[in-house]
């Protein structure tokens, strides 16, 4: 039912910053108790978890990028947003948003969307 779509560019050139839109449609991102995440997977490379934000605004990043990413959202038009700035080839990789279900006894990601490939490359 809740279908997640990742919109942005393919491209971008290194020292820029990168902004990838979520948008949600089959229910709202304010509900309980859901969390709204980016996660990310290189070449060669396991899934890395990104950044988050919760259905009451509460923001989540990775150490690892803490100092360079940055969450929102827009309740208005049910979007969440990811900007990476200061991109180097190293964030090669293909974006994907999901939803993550954070109950006390049921969590686990429980939506993805189908990803989008970005290039950092001058």
């Known amino acids: 039912q809740v279908q997640l779509q990742e919109s942005g560019p393919g491209l971008v050139k290194p020292s820029q910053t990168l902004s990838l839109t979520c948008t949600v449609s089959?229910?709202?991102?304010?509900?309980?108790?859901?969390?709204w995440s980016w996660i990310r997977q290189s070449p060669g490379k396991g899934l890395e978890w990104m950044a988050a934000?919760?259905?009451?605004?509460?923001?989540y990043y990775s150490p690892s990028l803490k100092s360079r990413a940055s969450i929102s959202r827009d309740t208005s038009k049910n979007q969440f947003t990811v900007q990476l700035s200061s991109v180097t080839p190293e964030d090669t990789a293909v974006y994907y948003c999901?939803?993550?279900?954070?109950?006390?006894?049921?969590?686990?990601?429980?939506?993805w969307g189908q990803g989008t490939q970005v290039t950092v490359s001058s």
């Open positions: 089959g229910g709202s991102i304010t509900t309980k108790y859901y969390y």
């Open positions: 934000i919760g259905y009451s605004g509460s923001t």
């Open positions: 999901a939803r993550y279900l954070g109950d006390y006894s049921d969590y686990g990601f429980v939506s």
